[in-house]
């Protein structure tokens, strides 16, 4: 069966440019989680969506980042005016709900020059 | 004191041997624990889950926790190169968020 899938796998951009990052999730899995993870380092939580319910917002770095969710489909993360500390790997992983395990995209691999 | 302790590595164990990767976590109410598995330039992928205390034992992996320490570890029988990774502790805590420990990274010597 399909996996989460994101799109793109790579984006390089200049400073200062808005980005938009999809992640399809697995289908039928209600929750859906936005993370970073920067060269070498750990997994930072961003963002959660589960069903209809208000999203966890409390990982976001600044208002220069935000995501969408409609329902159990297909989710974007936007940044804004971006900045070279935004260069990281953007991780999308979705599962049955917030207690179940969750199961990652590929990543989009974003390049701030 | 972090929510997910993970000693960073690296650890390095000869092919053949037992891999043992530990991980601590503060929350007491903490009910579900995951194991991922993520080599180099990769996206993690979920090897392992436990929800009891005691062991659970999957091929040549065993995960085990005990809640009472507030500890949980992934045991790697028969040690691969294939299995040279940085791993990856996940706990759900007690207000069920997910929170991951910074891995610990593996190396199997041939």
């Known amino acids: 069966g399909a996996g989460v899938s994101q799109s793109p796998s790579n984006k390089v951009t200049e400073k200062g440019k808005d980005v938009e990052l999809r992640c399809d999730p697995i289908s039928g899995h209600t929750a859906l989680y936005w993370y970073r993870q920067r060269l070498g380092q750990g997994l930072e939580f961003l963002i959660y969506?589960?069903?209809?319910?208000?999203?966890?917002k409390s990982g976001l770095p600044s208002d220069r980042f935000s995501a969408e969710r409609t329902g159990e489909s297909v989710s974007t993360l936007t940044i804004q005016r971006t900045q070279q500390e935004d260069s990281a790997v953007y991780l999308c992983a979705s599962s049955h709900g917030r207690s179940k395990p969750q199961h990652f995209g590929d990543g989009t691999r974003l390049s701030i020059l | 004191q972090k929510e997910v302790e993970q000693n960073s590595g690296p650890l390095s164990v000869p092919e053949g041997a037992i891999a043992s990767l530990n991980c601590t976590y503060s929350?007491?109410?903490?009910?579900?624990f995951f194991w991922y598995r993520q080599y180099s330039g990769k996206s993690p992928e979920l090897i392992m889950f436990i929800y009891s205390n005691g062991d659970k034992e999957d091929g040549r992996f065993t995960a085990q926790l005990n809640k009472a320490s507030q500890y949980v570890s992934l045991l790697i029988r028969d040690s691969q190169p294939s299995d040279s990774a940085t791993y990856l502790c996940?706990?759900?805590?007690?207000?069920?968020?997910?929170?991951f420990g910074t891995g610990t990274r593996l190396t199997i010597i041939p």
């Open positions: 929350d007491r109410g903490s009910q579900s």
């Open positions: 996940a706990v759900i805590a007690g207000n069920e968020k997910l929170t």
């Open positions: 969506f589960q069903g209809n319910s208000a999203p966890d």
